[in-house]
């Protein structure tokens, strides 16, 4: 007999947590992930791999859970669903390296399903994505993330690059300051249902593609910047950026939100905070500055790909 779609999307994401813990550990140098293996009181579990103080990521994790149980009325108002129980899995990562000039990356690939009383599935989605965030700005390097995710969609539909890149510039914002920006963005996908031409088949596989891709997206980058020389005044807006980091991931995002909502596990939802942040009051980067620079794209993001694709 078949696996179904959960049992596939979930045994995926289990090798790919392995694939992409291994070239981080290679990338690194020094530190190496620690395994938690946790249970969901409310049923499931999962197992977080964190990784701290190395060479290169000075934190960072690569979780994979997989939860059911009773939908929580809180949750089902968050997701404007109605249903009796739930089935949800996803790996979720981030990762904070040590130098300024090497930027956070976010990444999650997810799976859904909402099932009514006599356990017959009502809706199933597929969702996901990554995202870039630096501290200081290289142009080429933003061309090159999304000129990965460009071709990760390309291979499904044309149509599909711009949507998501838009959808995610506009989820990754911090709407209380204005809307600035997390970041220099990526794709954001969610609530992928099947329908005709698009089948739940096409989201699982679509969701894998971006997923394999996730390191020929981000690791050149790492590569690049990751022996490069930096002050401690570089260190200090590194701090600020992360703490907009945190006021992002604390007040808009809905996996943290969820997590915490279904009782999900505190540690590894909340990994995705970085280890040292600055809440300076009022700070502003001087007029002209490098850190202006990228401030100034954060509130206004822009279409990377206007001028030719580029290969670090």
């Known amino acids: 007999m078949s696996q179904s779609i959960k049992d596939q999307f979930t045994a995926h994401l289990r090798v790919l947590q392995n694939e992409i813990c291994q070239a981080l550990e290679q990338a690194d140098g020094k530190a190496r992930f620690v395994c938690d293996v946790w249970e969901r009181p409310d049923g499931g579990g999962g197992e977080s791999r964190i990784i701290n103080g190395g060479n290169v990521f000075e934190k960072g994790g690569v979780n994979v859970s997989v939860v059911h149980g009773k939908l929580p009325a809180i949750a089902a108002q968050q997701l404007k669903v109605d249903g009796d129980s739930f089935f949800a899995c996803g790996l979720s990562l981030v990762l904070h390296p040590s130098n300024p000039f090497v930027p956070t990356v976010h990444a999650n690939w997810r799976y859904f399903e909402l099932y009514n009383e006599d356990g017959e599935v009502m809706d199933a989605w597929f ?23 460009k071709n990760s969609c390309d291979a ?16 990754f914002s911090n709407h209380h300051r204005d809307g600035e920006r997390r970041g220099v963005g990526g794709i954001f996908f969610d609530h992928c249902r099947g329908i005709a031409g698009r089948s739940l088949e096409f989201w699982k596989s679509f969701a894998e593609t971006n997923g394999k891709n996730f390191l020929t997206a981000y690791l050149p980058i790492v590569e690049k910047r990751k022996n490069k020389t930096f002050t401690s005044k570089h ?7 992360r703490g907009r980091y945190v006021e992002f991931n604390l007040l808009h995002d809905r996996g943290t939100l969820f997590g915490i909502k279904t009782n999900g596990r505190t540690e590894s939802i909340l990994m995705s905070l970085p280890p040292t942040v600055r809440f300076e009051y009022n700070f502003q980067p001087t007029p ?15 279409d990377w790909l206007t001028s030719n694709p580029v290969v670090l």
């Open 127 to 149: 969702g996901g994505g990554t995202d870039l965030t630096p501290y200081y700005l290289f142009d080429n390097d933003a061309i090159y993330f999304h000129s990965v995710q």
């Open 156 to 171: 499904f539909d044309q149509s599909l690059y711009p949507t998501f890149k838009k959808q995610c510039d506009q989820y």
């Open 235 to 241: 260190k200090f807006w590194q701090e600020i950026r």
């Open 288 to 302: 002209g500055s490098e850190e202006a620079r990228l401030t100034e794209v954060l509130m206004n993001p822009k």
